[in-house]
């Protein structure tokens, strides 16, 4: 009876080491007696005990290799880049993925080297950093070509880092401030070139307003200095003495007007009774005087235009 127990009891230990388990996303490759006898799929199966052995698994999920590839630009500069491959097996190259590659890593590693190497030395290091993607493109295509036979199939290629020399580095931070310092002073320059143009336009412009004021300022006095002429006139003042008495009125008005400042500086004319006569007989004159001078100049310009004609 003991020893039927012990035969069960071995016959369902062999059972049970028959038995495994293979997980989601991935193959179990059986061999029995060394030579492949099948591939196993997820879930529970069953090998043969002691004639059958797993000789491996194979991931069939999407996995990453990070290769880090150091090479020199046209320019002569020495770059790092970091070069991630995205890549799966595919279910129907299970048995190439596992029995014809040694090391898969490796050869994808090796491939990346090559392409990364002759690509980058045809390019400057500013066109490095421009055109990653055309570096990343003949990457993937070199791996699907020489790989996909293998059963490896290549999702995507990415340039995921590119590290110059430090000192490089500091050489590019200084260029790129020096333009942006260049760039700064010529908007600043740009800036007071713009309101200096501006303050001269309003220069300009208070001039030209400033002087439409006294221009009209004078036009009004004149003006007034006529209505007051003709008033006398009416009253049987002649014309010379309204002029006297408008000259000693606005005469008595300034000295009004000096006098109610406090710094103001006051200077006295003669005040008596011919002051103000005196005063209108030199304008008159210094009037006649200008007018015979114009009238000198007026006929020596016409007699130069007879002689040019």
Known sequence: MITGYIILGVIFLIILNGLFVVKQQSAAIVERFGKFQKISSPGINFKVPVLDQ???????????????????????????????????????????????????????????????????????????????????????????????????????????????????????????????????????????????????????????????GIADQRREIARGLEESVDILNKIGINSQEASALIVVTQHYDTLQSLGEGTNSNLILLPNSPQAGSDMLNDMLASFVASNQIGEQIKKQNEEKEKKNK
């Open 54 to 212: 797993i000789a491996g698994r194979v991931n069939l999920k999407v996995q990453q290799l990070d290769v880090i590839v150091e090479t020199k630009t046209k320019d002569d500069v020495f770059v790092r880049l970091k070069i991630s491959v995205q890549f799966r097996v595919g279910q129907e190259k299970i048995y190439d993925a596992f029995y014809e590659l040694e090391d898969p890593h490796g050869q994808i590693t090796s491939y990346v080297f090559d392409v990364v190497r002759a690509e980058v030395p045809k390019m400057r290091l500013d066109d490095v950093f421009e055109r990653k993607d055309d570096i990343a493109i003949a990457v993937s295509e070199e791996l699907n070509d020489a790989m996909l036979s293998y059963g490896y199939k290549f999702i995507k290629t990415l340039v995921t880092d590119i590290d110059p020399d430090e000192n490089v580095k500091h050489a590019m931070n200084r260029i790129n401030a020096s333009e942006r310092a260049k760039t700064a002073a010529e908007y600043e320059a740009e800036a007071d070139r713009i309101r200096i143009v501006a303050k001269a336009r309003a220069e300009a412009e208070s001039k030209r307003l400033q002087g439409q």
